[in-house]
């Protein structure tokens, strides 16, 4: 073990923590590792770790003791009960002042019940988002971090130089008090949800309505992506040109098409729900997987009923492209639109300029598209994105394309929920009038719930049906 203290510790040794210590290590701090297994850890120091600043300990009273004060921990377990688990094992032998904080993906309400539990103990409790898979959290992910803001002044340096570098600055900012960091880092995955399923629709209806090969499939999404530089559209580039070794085919071929989830889309959904705002697009992904997940009963139906793929006309490949630009747009204005609530409800201040700004570069929903994202919510009267100047534009001249593909889609047996929820939800919230007047009248008709009138003010009820007749 070194003599000197570490400035740093980090809990659990999956490849996150590993490339998380190794990066921190290697913008210049000393970095304490502890994991419940003690074989990974020896193994992670003698292989990966072995000329590093990186201090293996294996006991956590060694780990703890080997920290400078006040300590920061991060602890990189599987999110739920192994969270709750290490903060009781850790309270007793830290000491006030001290820092946790939690990188993974822990649910925001768990995230307020433990910063609550924490700081009673004079602790602090940092709930951090961190986003950028393996590679990220090696060479610089996005980091979104909540809590008390002078635990975040303690650790802002370290988190700031582990995070990606970008002009404009690292991606981490400090987000809001509480669980802020890991709500924003929910909606994040809620968005990753909504375009990842846009992006696997534009390649379905590629695939069997323009009948394009994997190669033709992956340069087009290479060209959409020039002026996107999305992540997500990079890696579905490189997946369509991946062979499966074994078949000689596209690996993507020999891919069950059942999508699993940890459960963030869903989150993102219900947090929605609760709030009361609309994220339809971010739900429609979430019911794809699960509809996905049905392998068995979709095998048994489809035997059931005629398929036919004619919707395919001149010029779909190029509205497809805009279908999927404005669908993902869509994505992250919901997401954006959630958090706007989100930070109202539950106090978080959040600065949506930040947020935008920090999943610019080093997160899974990195795109070039957050630069006018947050340059749009420069204007702190902006309530939504579909009402900035920059994606006005695009929303009027992609529309008719959006209009088109889903309507082509829909006349064959191919799916596109997530599409045509963003179409959707772009009529529905650029319509000045609804049929809401009929949920009304219904609402009213059967129970007596009043409707309001567009000629008076005031509360009313009509008398239906003549009860004593009926
Ligand atoms: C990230 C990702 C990551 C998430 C996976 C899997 O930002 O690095 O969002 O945190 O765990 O993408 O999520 P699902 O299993 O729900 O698809």
């Not at 419940?36 to 003698?46: H, N």
């Not at 989150?267 to 609309?278: F, H, I, K, M, N």
Request: net charge negative; charged share 25%; proline share 3%.
């Amino acid at each position: 073990m070194s003599s000197e203290e570490s400035e740093f510790g980090i809990i659990g040794m999956a490849v996150m923590g590993q490339n998380l210590a190794l990066n921190v290590e290697e913008s210049g701090y000393q970095v304490s590792v502890y994991n419940r297994t003690g074989s990974k850890t020896k193994e992670f120091k003698q292989q990966r770790a072995s000329d590093r600043d990186i201090v293996a300990t294996y006991e956590l009273e060694d780990f703890v003791s080997s920290l400078e004060r006040p300590r920061k921990i991060l602890i990189l377990v599987k999110a739920g009960d192994p969270v709750d688990m290490v903060i009781d094992q850790l309270l007793p032998l830290m000491e006030e002042g001290d820092i946790i904080i939690d990188g993974g993906n822990s649910h925001f309400q768990d995230t307020n019940r433990r910063v609550e539990k924490v700081e009673e103990e004079g602790l602090y409790y940092l709930g951090t988002g961190v986003s950028g898979g393996e590679y990220g959290a090696l060479h610089g992910p996005s980091i979104m971090p909540g809590g008390h803001p002078e635990a975040y002044e303690e650790v802002s340096d370290i988190l700031r130089s582990a995070a990606a570098q970008t002009p404009e600055g690292p991606t981490c900012e400090y987000l809001g008090p509480r669980s802020a960091g890991h709500y924003v880092k929910m909606v994040h995955n809620g968005i990753e949800y909504a375009v990842m399923q846009s992006i696997a629709e534009a390649y379905w209806a590629m695939e069997n309505l323009l009948e394009l090969n994997h190669e033709e499939m992956a340069d087009r999404f290479e060209e959409w992506n020039r002026p996107l530089e999305a992540y997500l559209m990079e890696i579905t580039v490189e997946i369509l040109r991946r062979e499966d070794e074994k078949m000689g085919r596209p690996l993507l071929q020999m891919i069950l098409d059942t999508a699993k989830q940890k459960g963030t889309g869903k989150w993102t959904s219900r947090s929605a729900l609760d709030l009361g705002v609309p994220t339809p697009t971010i739900t429609a992904a979430v019911d794809a997987r699960l509809l996905s997940s049905r392998k068995d009963q979709r095998g048994r139906l489809s035997e059931l009923y005629e398929t036919g793929n004619s919707g395919v006309y001149d010029g779909f490949g190029e509205d497809l492209e805009d279908a999927l630009y404005l669908s993902i747009v869509t994505a992250y204005a919901q997401g954006l639109d959630l958090l706007t609530v989100a930070s109202h409800e539950y106090d978080y201040s959040l600065d949506l300029q930040d947020v935008a700004r920090i999943w610019k570069d080093g997160c899974i929903i990195r795109s070039d598209l957050l630069d006018p994202i947050s340059e749009s919510y420069s204007d702190s009267e902006l309530d939504t994105l579909l009402a900035s100047k920059k994606f006005r534009d695009d929303y009027r001249d992609g529309l008719n394309s959006l209009q088109k593909v889903v309507s082509a889609i829909s006349k064959t047996n191919l799916i596109c929920p997530a599409l045509s929820a963003s179409l959707n939800y772009f009529n529905s919230l650029t319509s000045e009038r609804l049929p809401a007047n009929m949920i009304q009248a219904q609402r009213d008709y059967f129970g007596a719930h009043t409707y309001q009138r567009v000629d008076e003010e005031g509360t009313f009820h009509t008398e239906w049906q003549d009860i004593k007749n009926v």
